[in-house]
DNA sequence: CGCAGTCATGTCAGCGCAGTCATACTGAAA
DNA sequence: TTTCAGTATGACTGCGCTGACATGACTGCG
């Protein structure tokens, strides 16, 4: 066969090229583009030097089928769960940099033909050293389906049942997340906390609810019933069409920040005032949740921290099959509290607590940082749910105030 | 080397040993598997039962390494340009689905390490057959960057200039979407319409000013100076707080969603009312777009359709180097009218058309297709800022009325 | 001084597939 | 019948790289 064209005129150039001109053999150069050690510093010189000349590329291809190994990382994502400017992917982007790995994004939508084994299935085709794959599994049929597949597996937000060989979890800390939202409305003066939840087959969902009950629990306070949605705006509007005729409801709990836009916005349609007559909390702190009317007091997702901790792990598993695993770190739980919550209106009892004044006072605009030293959210917001200025939304990776021509990561931008 | 391990137990079955299974040469095998022609029905059937027998999976790195082609299209996103449950990125996701491609998708986000030449060269190393790439490619360096570069280019946004050979063009309809919003705005008796921009290195940003700049040149009107955000919710409140002063300003097309709730944020917090005061238009159509509070008149980005024809005619241009590019379609423009626009206050004096009742009226809600005859947004939305029941957001793919346990592509899902 | 251990480099084969070319068989046109 | 274009299959080779192994140079130590 004919050399193939390769980049820019001509043929690519290949290893053995690049060991002519270095006079060196063709295996030094594959030393050095590995960076393995008994390489003397001379003839690495000499080596990068005439790949430099020759603008060479190593051919990934070529590699894989020597080697056997694809240094990529299969990712399956979920409708959108994993995007967003502040999400799991960009944090597994960031994360995989420095690796010497690369990323192969597979996303499936609930209900379509591709499932999440269908997903995995076409990263194994591709051929990818690792996957990393989110909510939901669900039990019988994909749990095994991680253990049957060869390649070690990440699963974000898995509980401790996944933990076969070479499966490692990360993310584990959606309760304390909904722990730390549901406190906060009872430490306003709530006698109670309702709860939108996501979709039951999500453990994300499960996991948050159970945060919630547990805190409930913990607080000796009556469990209202739950209520459900589909992670979207649109349920949280229907559900909040639900909740607005029942006055018993001062505090609500969104198991994300959609719906409890969308939740607010049907207590608003109904009449009901937020937060003065009642309270809303959602959870992942998306960037556009400091500038809602009223801006939504929320809890951060610790993105970034989950995934770089994730996929360190996910590649010593790789690297080392017969290793144990490396333990979890806790991530980060950062509450942010914003305009969205509230003292109950005067009518409303805390079992519990002291009932603080009711009506139209405001919260407090304080970040609260639970089980962590990070502080959040310096610019805090007060005052009733119109007037309050939003905070800047994303304080960790600090809301720099961005001046025309520069886009912070946070900014959502157009796309043609 | 000895025989490298497979999936699941031992060893990998290869295309020789279903050739062997199925008694024919491996020949017939690949020529099977790449669904030549030149093979009977008998031994294809023989040969495809073979390989289900043995679990048989193409490798892939083999097959790019003898045939010089990967099958793999690379993505260059910028920061969070491509996601989103309405984004370019799963349109591109979905389209690829049956052309026998991959995705490879690399980030970037301004200002960071690897830029978008960064990333066009992380892809080319990994060994991409064509590139996608959106916004923005700066005019000097990256433009000739895309013709430099000897795989095929879709570029996503980018002006006529970029029709060298083998880079075709897509989604050149930002003007369009912008003057539908504009149009809309003087239809609602405003004397003239404020812009912000996003950032002008953007031909996003200079295309949707320019259409908004032309529509106001052709019906006569005067064009105030433009402020400039960087397509964040933290710049349009801004934005917001510089325009509140101004009691000229009635009506403001913001350059996306994001920035339009900022604005309005701002302007809710300086006590002008929207739309009473101050209409506020934004473009994309974000999921939130219709559960914000007023509920957001905006612009549908025509993803889905601009990431197929796009995909289609650049892996035309991978397959055929030769043939000329098919030229692209024209996407559908929606406006979708909620609840931000309204006519203007009393005060206010349309130059070209009669003025509107001002203060409290509603706008009729209302979707309109404009060069399209597809319909949009059935449910539409009326009465003033806090009242209207939002429409369904997502209309071309219908707003599904989802129940528990279902989740629809429009909702953001949460992580772990 | 001899030998083991470490470091530095090279030789060679083969990873699994698809391109090229050869070959054989079919049926219709000459 | 011969010819020829079209159809169907196989043999062989090599894509560019890395693993296994060989080998030599050097070091330190008894």
């Given at each position: 066969?004919?050399?193939?064209?390769?980049?820019?005129?001509?043929?690519?150039?290949?290893?053995?090229?690049?060991?002519?001109?270095?006079?060196?053999?063709?295996?030094?150069?594959?030393?050095?583009?590995?960076?393995?050690?008994?390489?003397?510093?001379?003839?690495?010189?000499?080596v990068?030097?005439?790949?430099?000349?020759?603008?060479?590329?190593?051919?990934?291809?070529?590699?894989?089928?020597?080697s056997?190994?694809?240094r990529?990382?299969?990712?399956?994502t979920?409708?959108?769960?994993?995007?967003?400017?502040?999400?799991?992917?960009?944090?597994?982007?960031?994360?995989?940099?420095?690796?010497?790995?690369?990323?192969?994004v597979?996303?499936?939508?609930?209900?379509?033909?591709?499932?999440?084994?269908?997903?995995?299935?076409?990263?194994?085709?591709?051929?990818?050293?690792?996957?990393?794959?989110?909510?939901?599994?669900?039990?019988?049929?994909?749990?095994?389906?991680?253990?049957?597949?060869?390649?070690?597996?990440?699963?974000?937000?898995?509980?401790?049942?996944?933990?076969?060989?070479?499966?490692?979890?990360?993310?584990?800390?959606?309760?304390?997340?909904?722990?730390?939202?549901?406190?906060?409305?009872?430490?306003?003066?709530?006698?109670t906390?309702?709860?939108?939840?996501?979709?039951?087959?999500?453990?994300?969902?499960r996991?948050?609810?159970?945060?919630?009950?547990?805190?409930?629990?913990?607080?000796?306070?009556?469990?209202?019933?739950?209520?459900?949605?589909?992670?979207?705006?649109?349920?949280?509007?229907?559900?909040?069409?639900?909740?607005?005729?029942?006055?018993?409801v001062?505090?609500?709990?969104?198991?994300?920040?959609?719906?409890?836009?969308?939740?607010?916005?049907?207590?608003?349609?109904?009449?009901?005032?937020?937060?003065?007559?009642?309270?809303?909390?959602?959870?992942?702190?998306?960037?556009?949740?400091?500038y809602?009317?009223?801006?939504?007091?929320?809890?951060?997702?610790?993105?970034?921290?989950?995934?770089?901790?994730?996929?360190?792990?996910?590649?010593?598993?790789?690297?080392?099959?017969?290793?144990?695993?490396?333990?979890?770190?806790?991530?980060p739980?950062?509450?942010?509290?914003?305009?969205?919550?509230?003292?109950?209106?005067?009518?409303?009892?805390?079992?519990?607590?002291?009932?603080?004044?009711?009506?139209?006072?405001?919260?407090?605009?304080?970040?609260?940082?639970?089980?962590?030293?990070?502080?959040?959210?310096?610019?805090?917001?007060?005052?009733?749910?119109?007037?309050?200025?939003?905070?800047?939304?994303?304080?960790?990776?600090?809301?720099?105030?961005?001046?025309?021509?520069?886009?912070?990561?946070?900014?959502?931008?157009?796309?043609?």
């Amino acid at each position: 066969m004919a050399r193939l064209a390769g980049r820019g005129t001509g043929t690519a150039p290949r290893s053995i090229d690049v060991a002519r001109l270095a006079g060196v053999s063709q295996k030094t150069v594959s030393r050095v583009m590995n960076g393995e050690q008994y390489v003397s510093g001379d003839l690495r010189r000499r080596v990068l030097e005439a790949a430099e000349t020759l603008g060479y590329r190593l051919n990934h291809a070529a590699r894989a089928l020597a080697s056997g190994r694809t240094r990529s990382i299969g990712v399956v994502t979920l409708g959108t769960a994993l995007y967003g400017p502040a999400s799991l992917l960009m944090g597994l982007e960031r994360a995989v940099r420095d690796t010497g790995y690369t990323l192969r994004v597979v996303n499936t939508v609930e209900g379509d033909a591709l499932g999440i084994a269908g997903a995995v299935d076409s990263l194994l085709d591709q051929g990818v050293d690792g996957i990393v794959i989110s909510e939901p599994i669900d039990e019988e049929g994909d749990a095994d389906l991680a253990i049957r597949v060869d390649v070690p597996f990440l699963i974000l937000g898995a509980p401790p049942p996944f933990t076969a060989h070479r499966v490692v979890t990360a993310g584990l800390v959606a309760h304390q997340l909904a722990r730390a939202v549901t406190e906060h409305l009872l430490d306003l003066g709530h006698p109670t906390v309702h709860h939108l939840a996501g979709p039951q087959r999500w453990y994300a969902a499960r996991d948050r609810m159970e945060g919630w009950r547990a805190t409930l629990a913990a607080h000796g306070r009556r469990e209202p019933p739950v209520l459900v949605g589909d992670w979207s705006a649109a349920s949280g509007h229907r559900a909040g069409l639900e909740l607005a005729g029942d006055r018993d409801v001062t505090a609500v709990f969104a198991a994300n920040d959609d719906m409890a836009i969308g939740l607010i916005r049907a207590l608003l349609e109904t009449g009901r005032r937020v937060p003065e007559d009642v309270s809303v909390v959602g959870l992942d702190d998306i960037p556009v949740a400091a500038y809602v009317s009223p801006p939504l007091t929320t809890v951060r997702q610790p993105f970034d921290a989950t995934a770089e901790d994730g996929l360190r792990r996910l590649v010593h598993a790789i690297e080392n099959p017969d290793a144990d695993p490396i333990p979890a770190e806790d991530p980060p739980v950062n509450l942010v509290v914003r305009a969205s919550t509230g003292p109950p209106p005067s009518g409303a009892v805390s079992v519990g607590g002291a009932v603080l004044a009711g009506g139209t006072a405001a919260p407090e605009g304080r970040a609260r940082t639970t089980r962590t030293t990070r502080t959040t959210a310096p610019g805090a917001s007060d005052g009733p749910s119109q007037v309050p200025a939003p905070q800047p939304n994303r304080t960790t990776a600090p809301g720099r105030l961005v001046s025309p021509g520069r886009t912070p990561s946070g900014a959502r931008q157009p796309t043609a």
